[in-house]
T-cell receptor, first 114, second 121 residues
Framework: AQSVSQHNHHVILSEAASLELGCNYSYGGTVNLFWYVQYPGQHLQLLLKYFSGDPLVKGIKGFEAEFIKSKFSFNLRKPSVQWSDTAEYFCAVNAGGGSYIPTFGRGTSLIVHP | GAVVSQHPSWVICKSGTSVKIECRSLDFQATTMFWYRQFPKQSLMLMATSNEGSKATYEQGVEKDKFLINHASLTLSTLTVTSAHPEDSSFYIC?????????????????FGDGTRLSIL
């Protein structure tokens, strides 16, 4: 069974600092990878996704993630965070090849101080 | 974009009653919807996968008779918490996937409802 691990549970940064949130998964086959964001009081929404092709994926609001197959990782990055990036971030994986049962990581709470 | 509406957003009821939560895809058809439970400071826990026109697939440890799921149409799935007790109090979230090319759902992202906060007294 696939599993997803997000190592950073709580991250506190100042505005303009760089961000990297870790996401590792355990599954040996083809995977589809996602990052979702949940802003305070709002529903989860898609930030970016990787299906195939260029392992460096650009998402909304200046976020990007890099798929490193050899490390089973899909870390989320942003060079300069803003106060409005304060949110909960979830990494999700579902095995490719017809399976569509998603597995979510525990989530990372990001607080950005102005 | 794809919108998923979940209703009600908050419900408080007495122990022993049953509560129905609706999940609707407003501008797309969803053959598959997911029901999650989210505890404070924890991740989304998949409860069941709801398939239109067939029985839901429940995750291990989730009681089928306790959490009744009906997916009668391509735009509506309902979760009924039967004989609710205080330990059922939680945040329940539904999501749906848009059908992809060739009706494949595998690699489509999910669209989430706003969630339902259930409080059982």
């Amino acid at each position: 069974a696939q599993s997803v691990s997000q190592h950073n549970h709580h991250v506190i940064l100042s505005e303009a600092a760089s961000l990297e949130l870790g996401c590792n998964y355990s599954y040996g086959g083809t995977v589809n990878l996602f990052w979702y964001v949940q802003y305070p009081g709002q529903h989860l929404q898609l930030l970016l996704k990787y299906f195939s092709g260029d392992p460096l994926v650009k998402g909304i609001k200046g976020f990007e993630a890099e798929f490193i197959k050899s490390k089973f990782s899909f870390n989320l990055r942003k060079p300069s965070v803003q106060w409005s990036d304060t949110a909960e971030y979830f990494c999700a994986v579902n095995a490719g090849g017809g399976s569509y049962i998603p597995t979510f990581g525990r989530g990372t709470s990001l607080i950005v101080h102005p | 974009g794809a919108v998923v509406s979940q209703h009600p957003s908050w419900v408080i009821c007495k122990s022993g009653t049953s509560v129905k939560i609706e999940c609707r895809s407003l501008d797309f058809q969803a053959t598959t919807m997911f029901w999650y439970r989210q505890f404070p400071k924890q991740s989304l826990m998949l409860m069941a996968t709801s398939n239109e026109g067939s029985k839901a697939t429940y995750e291990q440890g989730v009681e089928k008779d306790k959490f009744l799921i009906n997916h009668a149409s391509l735009t509506l799935s309902t979760l009924t918490v039967t004989s609710a007790h205080p330990e059922d109090s939680s945040f329940y979230i539904c999501s749906a996937k848009v059908l992809g090319q060739g009706n494949r759902v595998s690699n489509q992202p999910q669209h989430f409802g706003d969630g339902t906060r259930l409080s059982i007294l």
